[in-house]
Nanobody, 125 residues
Framework: QVELVESGGGLVQAGGSLRLSCAAS????????MGWFRQAPGLEREFVAA????????YYADSVKGRFTISREHAKNTVSLQMNSLKPEDTAVYYC??????????????????WGQGTQVTVSS
């Protein structure tokens, strides 16, 4: 059984920063790619960022490129999302997820099998 637990969300003013963390249970964490998604009220879930199993490749949505950075630390079984220059439109519940091995897309949520419960990020203007 895999459990993903996000933390680090909160309320921040526009232009500020937050760092989200996702702690994963299970011994196989290091062999899976991971991703972050978000969902704002009334909108569909959208891809934010992803990182390959060895950290060698990262992928970002155009809306966050240059502002967000995804990273992972195998020793701690964690994946993090550093969010800088936050905007009100970044307000959403943020979820981390484990990507299926051999998946064809980094951006499609259907290619991810385990999800955390989410953490709320609110950016005030």
């Amino acid at each position: 059984q895999v459990e993903l637990v996000e933390s680090g969300g909160g309320l921040v003013q526009a232009g500020g920063s937050l760092r989200l963390s996702c702690a994963a249970s299970g011994r196989t964490f290091s062999s899976y790619s991971m991703g972050w998604f978000r969902q704002a009220p009334g909108l569909e879930r959208e891809f934010v960022a992803a990182i390959s199993w060895n950290g060698g490749f990262t992928y970002y949505a155009d809306s966050v490129k240059g502002r967000f950075t995804i990273s992972r630390e195998h020793a701690k079984n964690t994946v993090s999302l550093q969010m800088n220059s936050l905007k009100p439109e970044d307000t959403a519940v943020y979820y981390c997820a484990r990507r299926l091995r051999g998946g064809s897309s980094w951006y499609d949520g259907d290619e991810y099998d385990y999800w955390g419960q989410g953490t709320q990020v609110t950016v005030s203007s």
